[in-house]
């Protein structure tokens, strides 16, 4: 197969991973003969730098004329602590998620067995999970109308859905559920908030008329972050809105162990992109000590979009071989001293 992707590298240590992952994908194109074609564009802070634009329009047109975007990191330092600044490079983020319609924003959550005593939670408790977050991603409090009041002391963000937004994901929710230990869990603030009076009236009538065998559950957000904690075991599926999604797939995403092991998909009707949950990490920027593989994974999930399950399969088999013998950077294996490149190395070598 031939495919075009956009690669996205980005900021931090968005470049370093994002050279792993091709290296990955280059080997996988080998062994499959497959041709994967790569233009590579900027955003975040980058594309400050170079543009003013957190997302250039060239990097834009790439992305739309793509058949899927993989993607780095975003975010500077210089940017975080100042809130007055008028262009952030997150901005780049939330635009190419909205232009390319990326609505449905997937984040697995799975241990390692090998790496379960990294985990800040005891062992017996996260031995087992595996769960995915659907998590809504081009609504409700990110998108909805901001003010600011003329004298600067009153702000708001307006957290809006309609029945339409609610409905597209939580059909691929529910087919995801289908597809694993069939159960939806819907976390939301129904005993507090209108908004997600209506996440539960759409999901339940959904329900009702599509997916009645799929087992339906709902949690409210304070008790997901807290259920997540004592027994992530329990879960199979998530859905939830963009705010809640947000903060609860970080709390996710460090149950395993590290932050550096878990990829991506944001996914629409037309488009796909793909990046690893963590963030840019700037302190590890060219020091060849940030783990490439969620990254890794991200690029295996955009496999998996391409109906190439059999590469997907090949690249998490070779992720694990890594995880098992030890090939790992230092916050995972602090004793055994494997750069970047040493990982994405011994990824790309051991792909079948
Ligand atoms: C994420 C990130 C983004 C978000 C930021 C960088 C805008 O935290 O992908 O989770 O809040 O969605
Ligand atoms: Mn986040």
New binding site residues.
């Given amino acids: 197969m031939k495919k075009h992707i956009a690669v996205i590298p980005g900021d931090g240590i968005g470049p370093e991973i994002t050279t792993e992952a091709i290296k990955v994908l280059d080997a996988v194109a080998h062994a499959y003969g497959h041709e994967f074609h790569y233009t590579y564009a900027d955003m975040g802070a980058i594309a400050i730098d170079k543009t003013g634009n957190p997302l250039p329009e060239a990097t834009l047109k790439a992305s739309l004329e793509s058949d899927a975007v993989l993607f780095g990191a ?2 500077d330092p210089k940017y975080d602590n100042n809130p007055n600044a008028k262009v952030r490079p ?1 901005q780049g ?2 635009a190419i998620r909205k232009a390319l319609g990326l609505y449905c924003n997937i984040r697995p959550v799975k241990t390692f067995d090998a790496l379960l005593h990294q985990s800040p939670l005891k062992e017996e408790r996260v031995q087992g999970t595996d769960f995915v977050m659907y998590r809504e991603l081009t609504g409700g409090i ?1 998108f909805g109308e901001k003010k600011l009041s003329e004298d600067k002391n009153t702000a708001s963000d307006l957290c809006q859905y309609t029945r339409a937004e609610i409905e597209r994901i939580a059909h691929k929710a529910f087919a995801a559920a289908r597809k694993r230990r069939n159960i939806l869990t819907l976390v939301d603030k129904a005993n507090v908030l209108e908004s997600s009076r209506l996440w539960r009236r759409v999901v339940t009538e959904l329900h009702e008329k599509n997916y009645a065998d799929v087992k339906l559950e709902f949690l409210f957000v304070d008790n997901a972050a807290m259920q997540m904690i004592l027994a992530p075991n329990q879960f199979d599926v998530l859905l939830t809105s963009n705010l809640f999604g ?1 903060i609860i ?1 970080d709390e996710g995403s460090v149950i395993g162990g590290s932050i550096g092991l878990l990829p991506s998909a944001a996914v629409g009707d037309k488009h796909a992109l793909f990046e690893p ?1 963590h ?1 840019s990490f700037p302190q590890g920027a060219g020091k060849g000590i940030a783990n490439p593989i969620a990254m890794i994974l991200s690029a295996a999930m955009m496999l998996t979009h391409f109906d190439m399950d059999q590469e997907a399969a090949a690249v998490a088999t070779a992720v694990d071989l890594a995880l098992a013998t030890g090939v790992c950077t230092p916050e995972v294996f602090p004793e055994n001293n494997y750069s970047t490149s040493d990982v994405g190395d011994f990824i790309a070598k051991n792909i079948a």
């Fill in positions: 975003i975010g997150e983020l939330l990110y947000d797939s949950i963030g």
